[in-house]
């Protein structure tokens, strides 16, 4: 995957950054013949922006072969990051990824899972117009992220986890869902307050900051895919639900259920989901409300769910919820293990 560029002349003293092109709007073009945005060259994005040259850091990049729009995001590149940054994380002070907003949560949820005790600012970026569209908002989205990564306090970094930077805010990676197809605020994180504020000043939050841990930095290696995400909606039938919990393989299912986590009292809809569970399906409850958390129990709706054996997901958001059961199900040896796992908040993700 990809070549390294340096951008900057290094002297021992000064801080050093690892800038990762994965691809993007921010590095798009505008094809002549069809009109549509396609990935082009990093060099010619960093043309985009002088301004990097002027910063007083050693900032190299390491860009991909092929730069990707992020809908093609896969659980496969997570892995390739989460390598890239334990492969250079004692070379740099912090690392930048430029990634198209599209799934930037998905990656950003899934990087926070593989990087245990990570000690040092991973912050994604990209943009909602192209960098060298004039009204771009990639520049400062650019720049911003890299003053983040690179901006520390008694000589230790300022913000030791995996953020998302978008249109002058900072966000907790797993908690940050796009909203916005149109807004350069494309991000919210409903459930978690903004770690960071860009006016005139850089304002850090630091209450709600991770502690930098005191372990070393462990890089998980594996991801199990075998997940799906169910939406619940009025009128589901069986015919749906048990296409999806029928699925070959499927270890886990993020079941989307309404409010604060309820579902159909209809007997096939239970007794169906029941059988999977017995089969030894997981079943993780989150809401598809934009805010606020699953409380199994509070309604008959959701507590028959609770009966069982479904896992309440708390706050997390989709993209949390789905990595972290990547995750979990690819790290847990003893199976039987995995809720209690599920219900712990491993990196800040949910609220318990
Ligand atoms: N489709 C683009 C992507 O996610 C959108 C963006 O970058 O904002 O790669």
Redesign the pocket.
Known sequence: MGKKTQLANPTSERKSLLLIYT????GMIKDARTGQLKPFDFNRLLDEVPELHKFDLDIDSHAFDTPI???DMHPAIWLQLAHLIGFHYDAYDGFVILH????MAFTASALSFLLENLGKPVVLT???LPIGTIRTDGKENLITAIEIAAASKNGKPLVPEVCVYFEYRLYRGNRTHKFNAEHFRAFQSPNYPLLAEAGIHLNYNEAAIATAPTKKLRVHTTLDPRVAVLKLFPGITPEVVDAMLGIKGLQALVLETFGSGNATTEAWFVDALEKAIKRGLLILNITQCAAGRVEQGRYQTSSQLKKIGVVGGSDMTTEAALSKLMFVLATTADKRKIPVVLRKSLRGEMTV
Do not use: P, R
């Not at 198209?100 to 799934?103: H, L, M, P, V």
């Open positions: 691809g993007g709007t921010i729009d992020s809908s198209g907003s599209d799934t990209g943009s909602q």
